[in-house]
């Protein structure tokens, strides 16, 4: 069973974005950032992958967060996931956004209203 981490706070900041997630379920033990990303066009997110020795967990960026996503493009910010006192930089976002947002601009594969919404929100 897949493993999800909802953001249930974010702030975003002068230097950084940082989000406050819910992992009640989950160990933070040897949890890292993968520099990898998905897209849930069902759920209109971007889903952001953490790591550990046994598996993936997913961190659901929703739609709530893409303007605050489009500052951290446009200046070049770091994210930063707190869980339980944990903090995890999310490596290599602002890329791996950008390419995720230029695929879906136009591409019917995702779906029209998430391209609609990608294109209303980033482009």
Not at 14 to 32: F, P, Q, R, V
Request: hydrophobic share 40%.
């Amino acid at each position: 069973m897949q493993k999800h981490i909802e953001i249930n706070n974010f702030q975003l900041l002068n230097d950084k974005l940082m989000l406050e997630g819910n992992c009640s379920n989950i160990s933070t033990d040897s949890l890292k950032a993968s520099g990898q990303m998905l897209v849930d066009s069902d759920s209109y997110a971007f889903i952001y992958k953490l790591e550990n020795e046994q598996e993936y967990i997913y961190v659901r960026l929703t739609i709530e967060l893409w303007t605050a996503l489009k500052n951290v493009i446009n200046n070049r910010l770091p994210v930063v996931l707190q869980l339980n006192g944990l903090k995890i930089e999310l490596e290599n976002i602002i890329e791996e956004l950008t390419y995720l947002i230029s695929n879906i601009e136009g591409n019917a594969n995702y779906g029209e209203e998430m391209v609609a919404k990608v294109e209303e929100a980033f482009l």
